[in-house]
T-cell receptor
Framework: DADVTQTPRNRITKTGKRIMLECSQTKGHDRMYWYRQDPGLGLRLIYYSFDVKDINKGEISDGYSVSRQAQAKFSLSLESAIPNQTALYFC????????????FGDGTRLSIL | GEDVEQSLFLSVREGDSSVINCTYTDSSSTYLYWYKQEPGAGLQLLTYIFSNMDMKQDQRLTVLLNKKDKHLSLRIADTQTGDSAIYFCAETTTSGTYKYIFGTGTRLKVLA
């Protein structure tokens, strides 16, 4: 979905490094989300934000932090990357109501050696 | 806790119908969704159904919801090779706090 842009698309880095994944959207949605995808596990929610001043932990937030710099921008940081954080990361957005569908970026493939 | 389960793989022949199944545990689900993920891409919303509906049809796609058994299915008629992808079901719930839960995904392979 070109309306939700993730950068970088691919990243290889070493254990212990700090990594930032960025997400920007042009959909005008208030809600933004970060997920990780692992084979056989589906998508697991890391953090979500309902507006610029709202940040909430998801089911697997340990080892991650986020920043909601503006309505359109939501970044995910790995303070000290470890190999089991190797995964495909997705950013998503949705409108204000809780039951609205989510719109996804194309993902960032992150490998930690 | 809430859970959404899917079988991991499905293989069908081109032109046949595909049926992808999903079961969920939260009886307070409001909307149930089907997403499609093609290689190298994010999830794309295919269709969704409100929990007070039994069926929804959209061109080649038919969604069936059995609330009693908490079972959701996606039928793709006349399956094409371009339908090969991973299909995720997801639910939102009204159980007090925000919940948007994805299944593990079903990888559909269409054989020519």
């Amino acid at each position: 979905d070109a309306d939700v842009t993730q950068t970088p698309r691919n990243r290889i880095t070493k254990t212990g490094k700090r990594i930032m994944l960025e997400c920007s959207q042009t959909k005008g949605h208030d809600r933004m989300y970060w997920y990780r995808q692992d084979p056989g596990l589906g998508l697991r929610l890391i953090y979500y934000s309902f507006d610029v001043k709202d940040i909430n932990k998801g089911e697997i937030s340990d080892g991650y932090s986020v920043s909601r710099q503006a309505q359109a921008k939501f970044s995910l940081s790995l303070e000290s990357a470890i190999p089991n954080q190797t995964a495909l990361y997705f950013c998503a957005t949705s409108e204000g109501a809780g039951n609205q569908p989510q719109h996804f970026g194309d993902g960032t493939r992150l490998s930690i050696l | 806790g809430e859970d959404v389960e899917q079988s991991l793989f499905l293989s069908v022949r081109e032109g046949d119908s595909s049926v992808i199944n999903c079961t969920y545990t939260d009886s307070s689900s409001t909307y149930l969704y089907w997403y499609k993920q093609e290689p190298g891409a994010g999830l794309q919303l295919l269709t969704y159904i409100f929990s007070n509906m039994d069926m929804k049809q959209d061109q080649r796609l038919t969604v069936l919801l059995n609330k009693k058994d908490k079972h959701l299915s996606l039928r793709i008629a006349d399956t094409q090779t371009g339908d090969s992808a991973i299909y995720f079901c997801a639910e939102t719930t009204t159980s007090g706090t925000y919940k948007y839960i994805f299944g593990t995904g079903t990888r559909l392979k269409v054989l020519a």
